[in-house]
Structures are given as structure tokens and as C-alpha cells.
Nanobody, 121 residues
């Protein structure tokens, strides 16, 4: 099976920074795209940032220039560096990865358990 461990959330003042981490372990052969999503109360889950297996990135417009997604393929880990945080960034943040269990198997989506980010004004 695949284990997913998210960490790094917490309470921060507006203008502050946080770094989220998400590690995939266990039955992982390879990982393609890795992403971060967020869901605020009463809102739909939205894509925040995505990084492909080749390292290309894309961001939701409101976080461009403030958030940076990166990955460490040796550790099967994806990061989200968040700076200049705003109250509207507050949400539960979820990581996601498309991964395979063995060579030739299809890529399957796996989610982290979510980590709360709270931004005080």
C-alpha cells in the first residue's frame, strides 16, 4: 500500500510564510505529476499548484509569485513554499500524486490527509 504523510500547516500571521511537505512511501514505483489543492469552508476544492514529472509548474492565479511548488524525486516528496500569506489563503491543503505501483501499471491518484493552514489578519 501507499502511505502519504503531509506536514507543515499551522497558524501564521498575514504576510508570513509556511512550507508544506508531503511524502509518499510504500508501494511506489514512479510518480508523474504532483499537486497541491486547497479547500476552504463552504468552497470547492481547487488546484493551487502542480509540478510535472519533468519539473514544469503551473499555479492558480491568486498564488502566482507568492507560492512555489517543488519536488524531491529521491524522497518521493512534494513541497509548497507559501510566502506573503493572506487571510484568503486559509484552507485545508491537500497533496496529490499520480503514481504507479510497478513498471507498466497505470498511474493512480493518491491524496494526502490534508493539513490546515490558518492565516490571521
Amino acid at each position: 500500500q501507499v502511505q502519504v504523510v503531509e506536514s507543515g500547516g499551522g497558524l501564521v500571521q498575514a504576510g508570513g510564510s509556511l512550507r508544506l511537505s508531503c511524502a509518499f512511501s510504500g508501494r511506489v514505483f514512479s510518480i508523474d505529476a504532483m499537486s497541491w489543492y486547497r479547500q476552504a469552508p463552504g468552497k470547492q476544492r481547487e488546484l493551487v499548484a502542480r509540478i510535472t514529472g519533468g519539473g514544469s509548474t503551473n499555479y492558480e492565479d491568486s498564488v502566482k509569485g507568492r507560492f512555489t511548488i517543488s519536488r524531491d524525486n529521491a524522497k518521493n516528496t512534494v513541497y509548497l513554499q507559501m510566502s506573503s500569506l493572506k487571510p484568503e489563503d486559509a484552507a485545508v491543503y491537500y497533496c496529490n500524486a499520480a503514481l504507479t505501483y510497478y513498471s507498466g501499471s497505470p498511474y493512480l491518484s493518491h491524496w494526502g490527509q490534508g493539513t490546515q493552514v490558518t492565516v490571521s489578519s
